[in-house]
């Protein structure tokens, strides 16, 4: 549920996450942290946001991100396909949906 009260979409429909991964080549990667809003990415969001925007698993979140942002630095970077499960759907925990191409 949206709570902007005026202000514009914390994720507006036509640029957002599904429309960048819309545009994006292959190989791209989508996953939905079904249970976190758009500021639960943020360790530190303050009170501005958190009214703004609605709020769920802020921990689930920055695990899951901070998990999977090394996980793609290590493959895609440092060329090392041990992490490459991190980014498939054999490691993605539960409450996180994964689609990729």
Same mark, same amino acid.
């Given at each position: 549920a949206e709570r902007n009260f005026g202000a514009p979409a914390?994720?507006?429909e036509d640029d957002n996450y599904a429309a960048y991964y819309d545009e994006s080549p292959s190989p791209s +990667?989508?996953?939905?942290v079904r249970e976190a809003g758009h500021n639960d990415f943020v360790p530190e969001c303050g009170v501005t946001c958190q009214f703004a925007c609605p709020s769920g698993s802020? #921990? $689930?979140a920055l695990d899951f991100a901070a998990?999977?942002?090394?996980?793609f630095y290590k493959v895609? $970077?440092? #060329? #090392?396909?041990? +992490?490459?499960?991190?980014l498939e759907a054999g490691r993605v925990p539960d409450g996180v949906d994964y689609e990729a191409r």
């Amino acid at each position: 549920a949206e709570r902007n009260f005026g202000a514009p979409a914390c994720a507006p429909e036509d640029d957002n996450y599904a429309a960048y991964y819309d545009e994006s080549p292959s190989p791209s +990667y989508q996953w939905v942290v079904r249970e976190a809003g758009h500021n639960d990415f943020v360790p530190e969001c303050g009170v501005t946001c958190q009214f703004a925007c609605p709020s769920g698993s802020r #921990d $689930l979140a920055l695990d899951f991100a901070a998990t999977t942002m090394t996980a793609f630095y290590k493959v895609y $970077l440092a #060329d #090392d396909e041990s +992490y490459r499960p991190w980014l498939e759907a054999g490691r993605v925990p539960d409450g996180v949906d994964y689609e990729a191409r």
